[in-house]
C-alpha cells in the first residue's frame, strides 16, 4: 500500500482511538457510578474492564501519534502496555472475590435503569468501533489497533451480557442473573488477559509496524 494510502489510513485510526477514548470514559463512569448505587458486581465489572480498555486505548494512541511524527513506538507506549495488562490481571481475582463474597453475603443487586443506558450505548457503539478498528489494522498493518479491536470486540459481548442481567432484573426480579453476567463477564475478562499477555510477548520480540 502506498504511503499516502496508510497515512490517511493512520489519521482516521487516531480519530476512532479518540473516539474510543472519549466513550470510555463515559461508560467507565456510568457503569461504575450505577454499580455503586444498585450494588450491581456486573456492572462494577463492566466498568473496571472500560477502564482497562481506556489505558488500552491510551497506549494506541500514543503509538499512532509516535508514528506520525516518524518517531516509531516509543517507551511510555510500552509503559503504558504493560500497565493495561497488570490491570486486567488484577481485575479479575478483585471482581471474582467480590462477586462470592457479595453471593455468600445474600446481597441482592438492585435494577439500574443508568446501567441500562450504558449497556445500549455500549451495544450500538462497540460494533462501529470494533470494525473500524480491524479494518484500519488489518489495511495498515498496524498490530496495537488490531488488538484494540479485539478488546472493542470483548466489550461489545460483555455488554450484552449485561443489558439481559439488568433487564432480567428490572422485569422479573431476577437479581441472581446480575451474578450469572458477572461469572460470564470474568470468563471474557480472562480470556482477553491471556490473548493481551500473548500478543504483548508477541509484539516484544517482533516489530509492531
Known amino acids: 500500500m502506498p504511503r499516502a494510502e ?3 489510513l493512520l489519521s482516521r485510526g487516531l480519530f476512532i482511538e479518540y473516539s474510543s477514548v472519549t466513550w470510555m470514559i463515559i461508560e ?27 489505558a488500552s486505548s491510551i497506549a494506541v494512541l500514543g503509538h499512532l501519534r509516535a508514528e506520525n511524527r516518524g518517531e516509531g513506538t516509543d517507551q511510555k507506549t510500552e509503559r503504558t502496555e504493560q500497565v493495561t495488562l497488570l490491570l486486567l490481571f488484577l481485575l479479575i481475582p478483585v471482581i471474582g472475590l467480590g462477586a462470592g463474597y457479595a453471593y455468600f453475603a445474600g446481597v441482592e443487586p438492585e435494577t439500574s435503569l443508568l446501567g441500562i443506558l450504558v449497556a445500549v450505548g455500549s451495544i450500538l457503539i462497540m460494533p462501529v468501533l470494533w470494525f473500524e478498528k480491524r479494518r484500519i489494522g488489518k489495511n495498515a498493518n498496524c498490530f496495537p489497533i488490531e488488538v484494540d479491536a479485539t478488546e472493542s470486540a470483548t466489550c461489545f459481548l460483555m455488554s450484552a451480557a449485561l443489558l439481559l442481567a439488568l433487564l432480567a432484573n ?4 431476577l437479581w441472581w442473573v446480575d451474578y450469572l453476567a458477572t461469572a460470564v463477564i470474568l470468563i471474557f475478562l480472562a480470556k482477553e488477559a491471556v490473548e493481551a499477555l500473548h500478543h504483548f510477548g508477541k509484539d516484544r520480540e517482533t516489530s509492531t509496524f
Open 6 to 8: 496508510t497515512d490517511a
Open 28 to 54: 467507565a463512569s456510568v457503569a461504575i457510578t450505577a454499580g455503586l448505587f444498585s450494588g450491581s458486581l456486573a456492572l462494577l465489572a463492566f466498568g473496571g474492564d472500560s477502564i482497562v480498555e481506556l
Open 170 to 173: 428490572l422485569f422479573w426480579r
